[in-house]
């Protein structure tokens, strides 16, 4: 059963540096497209950043040039770093797993941005 376990939510000031890490278990990681989405209060999940089998990466407009998503597939792990960070990044981020048309979530870690 793929079980999916973020970390490194929390508090963090404007301006500041984010970095989240998602842990695999239960899928064959490397075969997975890996993700990260965000959801905030009364707006959809949205994503966030994502990367491929083969570590090519794309990114939300609203993180283009912030954001770097990466990728170990020897720990079976997904990392989020954001630099600048906004209130607006304030959300609940998800990371995902993708195989097939088979996808499996986390259950999400807070990240609340403060001025």
């Known amino acids: 059963q793929a079980q999916l376990v973020e970390s490194g939510g929390g508090l963090v000031q404007a301006g500041g540096t984010l970095r989240l890490s998602c842990e695999a278990s239960g899928i064959v990681f490397a075969f997975n497209t890996m993700s990260w989405y965000r959801q905030s209060p009364g707006k959809q999940r949205e994503m966030v950043a994502t990367?491929?089998?083969?570590?090519?990466?794309d990114y939300a407009d609203s993180v283009k040039g912030r954001a770097t998503i990466s990728r170990n597939n020897a720990k079976n792990t997904v990392e989020l770093r954001m630099n600048s960070l906004k209130p607006e990044d304030t959300a609940v981020y998800y990371c995902s797993a993708l195989r097939a048309g088979h996808s499996a979530w986390g259950q999400g870690t807070q990240v609340t941005v403060v001025s």
């Open positions: 990367i491929s089998t083969d570590s090519i990466a």
